[in-house]
């Protein structure tokens, strides 16, 4: 009998094996139709490119995105006791039940979009109370304070990881046919700024921002906090489990595992803000393969967060100086998506609309 261990590593590591190279062929026959299209080559530009990359992600030359879903995933943070955010810890669970009640920013874009919200408690410090809504699949009860100890174990970060595959699989299963990350954990911008600047080797300066709105002597704190975090556990940028369990955070560990989790499904998969952005570096870590199943939705107000796109190859779909995470901007970008698949599969050709073409 294998130990609950080893059953929970070889669903991460099988997860991992099943991530295979988007689908050359079918992105040339998607290129090729985009070309015939009425328009001059090129005109409908990114929403071009986006439909040639869903197209090879799911193996289809005329993808359709009927059924999109985003998954919330929340957690707390133990290095909020250092006074790193301007709202206390409690209002994460405040939140969720926000999230359950439809009142909460992502309810109001994904509703706007047509996305159903899966709510993930995987390590909110609180009890939430049974909803029918909310998945509950706490790892721990928030992370510990990682600027004096390890946010989490190893362990612990690989069964995040596989919550939020198994989440993933299961909205697919259940019909979704694209995926957007979200987030709620206070504090977790903090988190997310010493991950990205583990992976970028940036300084942390360059890549920490003031999050729901630190002042300036609060913002100068929260990057003394982490430099002296990197200093003390000296994380491998190589390793992602490594990265989560001394720096990062449940509900970060959560949505690399959902990144993975669709990729692993030929899933795309649309990362919103920076905390976001911070599991995406993670994902990478982890799963390489796995960059070629994310589009990056918007860029964040958040100072950092245009390093994620340079340590990923990745450019933002739009910029509309969001600051909410909880993956407002991710939805909104499903819904340009969603338009650049139907561009490909609905505009005429020159041949069929009798248009001439370039002389
Ligand atoms: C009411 C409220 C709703 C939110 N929804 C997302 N966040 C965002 O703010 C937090 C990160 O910022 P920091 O690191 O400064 O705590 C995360 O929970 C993130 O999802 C919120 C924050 C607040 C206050
Ligand atoms: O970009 C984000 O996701 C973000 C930025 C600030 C605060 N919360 C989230």
Do not use: W
């Amino acid at each position: 009998m294998p130990s609950d261990m080893e059953v929970v590593m070889s669903l991460l590591a099988d997860t991992i094996a099943q991530i295979a190279p988007l689908d050359a062929g079918v992105m040339q026959a998607a290129r090729a139709r985009q070309d015939m299209l009425t328009k001059p080559q090129g005109a409908l530009g990114r929403l071009e490119s986006l439909s040639i990359q869903i197209a090879g992600i799911t193996g289809q030359v005329r993808p359709q995105l009927k059924q999109p879903a985003v998954v919330v995933m929340a957690g707390d943070h133990g290095v909020a006791a250092q006074g790193v955010s301007a709202f206390p810890s409690e209002v994460t669970p405040q939140m969720v039940l926000n999230f359950l009640h439809g009142g909460a920013g992502i309810n109001v874009l994904a509703r706007h979009v047509g996305a159903r919200v899966v709510i993930v408690d995987v390590g909110v410090a609180s009890e939430i109370p049974a909803h029918p809504d909310l998945v509950s699949r706490k790892i721990a009860p928030g992370t510990r304070d990682f600027s004096v100890e390890p946010a989490m174990s190893r362990e612990q970060a690989q069964q995040a990881v596989e919550v939020g595959i198994a989440v993933a699989v299961e909205a697919i299963d259940a019909g979704a046919d694209i995926l957007a990350t979200g987030d709620m954990g206070i504090a977790n911008t903090t988190a997310s700024s010493a991950l990205v600047a583990a992976v970028s080797g940036m300084s942390v300066a360059e890549v920490t921002g003031r999050g729901t709105g630190v002042d300036d002597a609060g913002l100068a704190h929260k990057v003394a906090v982490i430099e002296q975090a990197l200093k003390l556990h000296n994380p491998n940028p190589a390793d992602g489990l490594d990265l989560l369990s001394k720096v990062g955070g449940l509900e970060i560990a959560g949505l690399a595992g959902v990144i993975i989790g669709a990729a692993s499904r030929r899933v795309p998969v649309v990362i919103d803000g920076f905390i976001s952005g911070a599991a995406a570096l993670v994902a990478a870590a982890l799963a390489p393969e796995s960059k070629a199943y994310m589009i990056a939705g918007h860029r964040s107000v958040e100072r950092g967060h245009q390093a994620v796109f340079g340590s990923l190859d990745l450019e933002p779909v739009f910029d509309l100086n969001l600051r909410l995470g909880e993956g407002t901007g991710a939805v909104l970008a499903i819904s340009v998506c969603q338009a650049a698949c139907k561009i490909l599969d609905e505009m005429a050709t020159f041949g069929e609309a009798g248009v001439s073409g370039k002389e």
